[in-house]
């Protein structure tokens, strides 16, 4: 499966975000965290982003909804131009219904599991989704150090999909650095988002680059 390098813009510099995005130009994907002060204990922004960043980059947006009442608003992060919307186990109501109308739009449906949250009641309805987002830190800020902890759920569901013969990516968020990627990648994920590592580093250029290399070892 390929590697995919999803940065994400949440510590970019929001005041440049056409030039935040330029920088990224070498990545797969643009991760756009969309936080709403309830599910997490942090506010970011919300539509009006992912249609300025359609506007000014030709990157794909990776939309990831830590919002409560996923079901009413991730059509809507579609609709607006986002090409991925991930919503979290624990927000959603209906993950099947909202899945297919998110697919049914033409959009990749997303389901993202908090780092204490399991994959049991999800194993019969992987099929539904597109990509399922592991957190490696608890959702809500950037630079938190990485959950190794949760390597052993990624292995499982790198089984359980080879096993279906699905081609469900596995998206790994939080912490993912130099440092922990290789963790990351050896346990089966193949979509790295990464915050701090990109934007911190001096070239976030050649940081989408590093990460794509030590990922591929
Ligand atoms: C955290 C967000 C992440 C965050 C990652 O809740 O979902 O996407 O930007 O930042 P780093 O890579 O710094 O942990
Ligand atoms: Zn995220």
């Not at 813009?9 to 990545?27: F, M, P, T, V």
Request: glycine fraction near 8%; charged fraction near 25%.
């Amino acid at each position: 499966m390929s590697i995919l390098i999803s940065p994400s813009i949440l510590n970019s510099d929001i005041g440049n975000l056409a030039g935040e995005l330029d920088k990224i130009s070498g990545a797969d994907w643009a991760h756009v965290d969309v936080m709403d002060n309830h599910f997490v204990p942090n506010l970011t922004w919300g539509l009006p982003v992912i249609e300025a960043a359609k506007k000014y980059s030709s990157i794909p947006i990776d939309a990831h909804l830590m919002i409560e009442d996923p079901d009413r608003w991730a059509p809507a992060y579609i609709e607006a131009g986002a090409a991925s919307a991930t919503f979290h186990a624990e927000a959603v109501k209906a993950p099947i219904r909202l899945a297919r109308e998110i697919r049914g739009m033409g959009g990749r449906a997303g389901l993202a599991l908090s780092p204490a949250t399991q994959i049991d009641n999800y194993i019969d309805i992987l099929d539904e989704f597109d990509m399922v987002l592991c957190m490696t830190v608890e959702p809500g800020f950037g630079g938190q150090p990485f959950l190794s902890s949760v390597m052993p759920k990624v292995e499982r569901l790198r089984e359980l999909i080879d096993k279906k013969g699905l081609e469900t990516w596995i998206q790994v968020d939080g912490g993912v650095s130099a440092d922990t990627i290789a963790q990351a990648a050896e346990a089966g994920a193949n979509n790295f988002v990464a915050g701090s590592a990109v934007y911190k580093a001096e070239d976030a250029t050649q940081a989408v680059t590093d990460l794509r290399e030590l990922a591929r070892k």
